[in-house]
Structures are given as structure tokens and as C-alpha cells.
């Protein structure tokens, strides 16, 4: 339980940090009166319920999806530098978004739900068109994974920036939501998103001894009973699911998907029946936390939160590269 | 128990098997031997149901395996595969643990039964001193007798070893073989090993099924299979046969 709780607590931290600290400050008094609906200060309240909550909730859900499918991709590839950024899944889920965007949905929920099915639909042919040029054998080295995932992830990327620099107006904004800006939705991005979720991350969740026999790899896995085609099928869409309604709502947000599942691994151990949820949990933690550091870095204006991830994720990434080649357990 | 009939695997289009016929008894140790790359460990996959079969047919219990669904499949056969890259980060003991996969809820919960299994089984191949140690810290060795533990702990009436005594000292592989002999014989296990030692196959084998090139040579008891002739021509070396000293069965010695 020891992992659970420290991780819950981090996860507390980090919620009261993001709602409390912004462009404007809201004292802990404030923030208790203003969460119970007794709050006499009506900027405070406005800003609470308009802006921080739904912020927050996107940001944690936002984290806890890449962080869950990050740890899930490096099970099912088999290599820990399987993340939803760096093997393309994202960058094509990115594409599929811009490309429902440059349809006029109306602002309704409906409207809404067309962008993540469109990222969903376009990530999953991407982690397959990744997987089947990757594989050698049974196995996907890290070589040719990242090779793969590189080519695929500019294509998709030069395929969008194509598709905003022909339109006008409407997807001017999609540029700021590619950098990982998050998407000004509101409660409504938070009601699309949570289908997606609810079906992705128990998923995962429920994948987890699948995960642990599929580092035996599929032979042995299979001899020992488990059904690898589905498990890992199910696995796949699961992941893919989770990494597009993220990439769909705050948009192409790097690394998390790596480094919190390498954190939780390398604290709590290799059994994913447990690093799934820890990586969950303390996904949509980190993020909540890089999310408060790009909102007072240069305040009052924001850094878009792709921007601080990938600062803090390169040397982080560069660093079990250089870790894996020395022959490092992981 | 176990039968092929005519079996044909190939990979690429190349044949791999050719047309081989083999039953197992229940109860009965029979041994594969073979040069390299004679088809040993790809008869020894394809017999636990993992390959796909070009032609032919592979059957459990008059029934053909493919009607079987992988985790029924896996209460009726455990194999220890060779030469394996084991994910180092497991403990000895959650490695034995998932050999209780056939038996576990979709949720992959364990009970003190399945415990107690696995450290049975452990105990079994003289590794529970291991239980808590990392198997990226394990010697081939352990590793191999971990795998073997692993097996055991899929309580399966039918054992697949391929080349399980490659990594072993003298004293392991001869207190493998005897365990794996105890339980054909007390516990009624069917077992299918192969082995580049055909001297341990001589001597703890019921049967000897000689490979050559994808094709079955020979099979039959030790005697009739392990002679000079046979065993000069399939080796493509001179070998002398002759009488163990202690206990009778045939030694081979290469010229």
C-alpha cells in the first residue's frame, strides 16, 4: 500500500498547488471557502470554478492518460523507450485532431467527442504502421522502434503544419494547442474526455498481468495460457484511446508517458499489475506539477506545457539512452 | 497423450520439420537428440502449440491442438524453453508465480495456494534459496532451474524441456535429470527432452527419437537408437558405443 499512498499524497500536493497558484493567488482561506461554496470574494469564486478546476482536472486526466499509456507501450514493445511522443502515436493522433478541427463541428459535445475519435482512429493506424515496420522477429529493438516512430511522427507533423498553414482563421489557434497549450474547453473538453478514459484506463489497468507475461515474450507468454493476439490488442487500443483523447484536448505533450513509468519502475519494481495505476496516478501528478511551473515561469504570461516537458524529458531521455547501452537493467 | 502425425513446420516457406510421426506414452521420458540444427527446439515449440503448422497434425488426448484455447492448453503442457532472455527484473519467486497463470482470474490474482506451489516447486529444483533474488542477477545456471521450477508450477500431466541441462554443473544436471525421472515415474508426467548429451539420454530416457536435418531417423529404446553405425553416420563423426560400467545402459564415445 506504501507506493499507493505516497503517490496519492504527491498526487494531493499537487492538486492544491494548481488550483491555488496562478496569475492570481488564492489564499488557502479563500480557496477552503471558495471549494465550499461559502466564499464571500466572487473574483475568487469565478476564477475557481471557471478556470482552475476545469484546468486542473484536464491537466490530471491529461497526465494520467500518457503516463498510463506510456507505461503500457513499453510492456507491449518490450523496451523502455516505448513513449506515446516518441514512437509517433501522438504526433498521428495530432494529425487526426487538426484534420477534424478543419471541419466546422458545432460547439457541442458532440462536436467535441469528433476531434478525439478522429486522433483515436489516426493514432491507432500509426502505433500499427510503427509496430510492423519496427519489428524484427518477435521483438521491436529500440533502434528501429524510435527510427520508426521518428519517420511516422514527421510525416504526420508536416502533414499538419501543411494543413494549418493552408487554412485561415479556425486552426490559427490549432497551433498553440499542438505545443501543448491546453485547450480552453472547459467543463465540457472535461465531459468528452472522460468516455475515452473510462474505457481506456481500466483497460490497462485490468492488462496488467498480460503486460508482466509479455516480458517473457509471446512464446513464452503463450505457453504459459495467455491468448497474446487479444491481450495484445487489447492493449493496443487501450493505449491508443487514452493517448488520443490527451493528445485531442492538450495536444502533443512529450515524455510524461516516459519518465513517470521509469520513476515508478525504477521506486516500485517491474510488475505492472502495480506500475499501471502508480503511473496513472503519478502521471496526472507531474503534469499538475510542470502545469504550475509553466504558469509562473514567465507570469503572467504561460509557457505552453509541451515546452516544459520536453525541457525537463530530453536529458531525462538522453540519460536512459545512455543507461540502456551500457547494458542497464531497467 | 502427445502425438504428431506428419508434421510439416516451416518458416519462410523453408521446411523446418519434415513429415514426422511421433506418440508419447503417458508416464514417459522420451528424449530428442539430433545434431545442431537438426529441428530439436522447433519440434519441441511447435509441440507446444505455438507454431503454426503447415502440414499435418498435432493432437493432445485424441483431440487436435488448435481446438484448444491457449490457457487449456497451458494445463496441459509446460515447456522450458532454451536459451531465453528472462526480463531481468522479476524475483525468482514471481517468475515460478507465473507458471499459476492457467489457473488465475482475469485479474491475475494470486492465492496462498498458488504460493505455496511455487515455492514447492522451487524447493523441488533445490533453487528456494533463490526465491527473493533477481533473475537478471541469476547464473544461466539458476536461471535454468527457475525456468524448470516454473514449469512445475503449472502442475501440467505433459513437460516440454528443451536442452534444460545446458547450463548446468555436473551435480545439477544429474540431480535435474533424476527429478525429472521421479516424476515420470511417481507422478505419472510425460515428458519430451532434448538433449545434446546422449549419454544423459542413454541413461534416463525411456525412448530415443534421433533428428537429422528436419526428418525423423530413428526412435526406439536406447539401445536399438544410440549404436556406432547409427550415431557415426547422423554426427558425421566416428563414435564407439559401449557398455556403462555401472549401470548397463549405452556410453557414447566419440572416436
Not at chain 1, 470574494?41 to 469565478?46: K, L, M
Not at chain 1, 491537466?59 to 516518441?86: E, H, K, M, T, W
Request: proline fraction near 5%.
Amino acid at each position: 500500500m506504501r507506493p499507493y499512498l505516497l503517490t496519492l499524497l504527491v498526487l494531493a500536493l499537487a492538486l492544491l498547488l494548481s488550483i491555488a497558484i496562478g496569475s492570481v493567488f488564492i489564499p488557502p482561506a479563500e480557496l477552503w471557502a471558495a471549494l465550499s461554496g461559502s466564499g464571500a470574494n466572487g473574483t475568487f469564486n469565478t476564477i475557481l470554478w471557471n478556470i482552475r478546476l476545469p484546468r486542473t482536472a484536464l491537466i490530471l486526466l491529461v497526465g494520467a492518460a500518457l503516463s498510463g499509456s506510456g507505461a503500457a507501450y513499453q510492456g507491449l514493445f518490450r523496451n523502455p523507450l516505448a513513449d506515446p511522443y516518441l514512437i509517433g502515436v501522438a504526433s498521428g493522433a495530432g494529425l487526426g485532431a487538426v484534420l477534424a478541427m478543419s471541419v466546422q463541428w458545432p460547439y457541442t459535445l458532440a462536436g467535441l467527442m469528433a476531434v478525439p475519435l478522429a486522433a483515436f482512429v489516426a493514432g491507432l493506424l500509426t502505433v500499427l504502421l510503427v509496430y510492423s515496420f519496427a519489428r524484427v522477429g518477435g521483438s521491436v529493438p529500440t533502434t528501429t522502434l524510435i527510427l520508426a516512430g521518428v519517420a511516422l511522427s514527421s510525416f504526420a507533423t508536416a502533414l499538419t503544419s501543411f494543413l494549418m498553414l493552408r487554412s485561415s482563421g479556425e486552426l490559427r489557434r490549432a497551433l498553440g494547442w499542438l505545443l501543448g497549450g491546453v485547450s480552453q474547453g472547459g467543463w465540457d473538453a472535461i465531459l468528452a474526455l472522460i468516455p475515452f478514459l473510462a474505457i481506456g484506463l481500466p483497460a490497462l489497468i485490468l492488462s496488467g498481468h498480460a503486460l508482466n507475461l509479455l516480458q517473457f515474450g509471446d512464446e513464452q507468454a503463450a505457453q504459459l495460457g495467455l491468448d497474446t493476439r487479444r491481450a495484445k490488442l487489447v492493449i493496443i487500443v487501450a493505449a491508443s484511446l487514452t493517448t488520443a483523447a490527451a493528445v485531442a484536448f492538450a495536444g502533443i505533450i512529450g515524455f510524461v508517458g516516459l519518465i513517470i513509468p521509469h520513476v515508478m519502475r525504477f521506486w516500485w519494481g517491474a510488475d505492472y499489475r502495480r506500475l499501471i495505476p502508480l503511473s496513472i496516478l503519478a502521471g496526472g501528478a507531474a503534469l499538475l506539477l510542470a502545469d504550475v511551473l509553466a504558469r509562473v515561469v514567465i507570469a503572467p504570461q504561460e509557457l505552453p506545457l509541451g515546452i516544459v516537458t520536453a525541457l525537463a524529458g530530453s536529458p531525462f531521455f538522453l540519460w536512459i539512452l545512455r543507461r540502456a547501452k551500457m547494458g542497464g537493467n531497467w | 497423450m502427445l502425438k504428431a502425425e506428419n508434421l510439416t513446420v516451416a518458416y519462410h516457406g523453408r521446411p523446418v520439420l519434415k513429415n514426422i510421426s511421433l506418440g508419447m506414452e503417458k508416464g514417459e521420458i522420451l528424449a530428442l537428440v539430433g545434431p545442431n540444427g537438426s529441428g530439436k527446439s522447433t519440434l519441441i515449440r511447435a509441440l507446444s502449440g505455438i507454431l503454426p503448422v503447415s502440414h499435418g497434425t498435432i493432437s493432445l488426448s485424441d483431440r487436435l491442438m488448435s481446438a484448444f484455447r491457449p490457457v487449456e492448453r497451458a494445463r496441459q503442457i509446460a515447456v522450458v524453453p532454451q536459451g531465453i532472455q528472462m526480463p531481468p527484473a522479476f524475483s525468482a519467486l514471481e517468475t515460478v508465480l507465473f507458471g499459476r497463470t492457467p489457473y488465475l482470474n482475469f485479474l491475475g490474482q494470486l492465492s496462498a495456494e498458488d504460493e505455496r506451489i511455487a515455492r514447492a516447486s522451487l524447493e523441488q529444483v533445490d533453487a528456494l534459496p533463490l526465491a527473493g533474488r533477481l533473475m537478471g542477477e541469476l547464473s544461466g545456471g539458476e536461471q535454468q532451474r527457475v525456468l524448470l521450477a516454473r514449469a512445475l508450477a503449472q502442475c501440467t500431466p505433459i513437460l516440454l524441456l528443451d536442452e534444460p541441462t545446458s547450463h548446468l554443473d555436473l551435480q545439477h544436471q544429474m540431480t535435474l535429470m533424476e527429478l525429472v525421472y521421479k516424476l515420470a515415474r511417481e507422478c505419472e508426467l510425460t515428458v519430451l527432452v532434448a538433449l545434446h548429451d546422449l549419454n544423459l539420454a542413454a541413461r534416463y530416457a525411456d525412448r530415443i527419437a534421433l533428428l537429422e536435418s528436419g526428418e525423423l531417423k530413428a526412435i526406439g529404446a536406447p539401445a536399438d537408437i544410440l549404436t556406432g553405425e547409427m550415431l557415426s553416420q547422423v554426427y558425421g563423426w566416428p563414435v564407439q558405443v559401449v557398455k556403462h560400467p555401472f549401470n548397463g545402459t549405452p556410453l557414447v564415445l566419440p572416436g
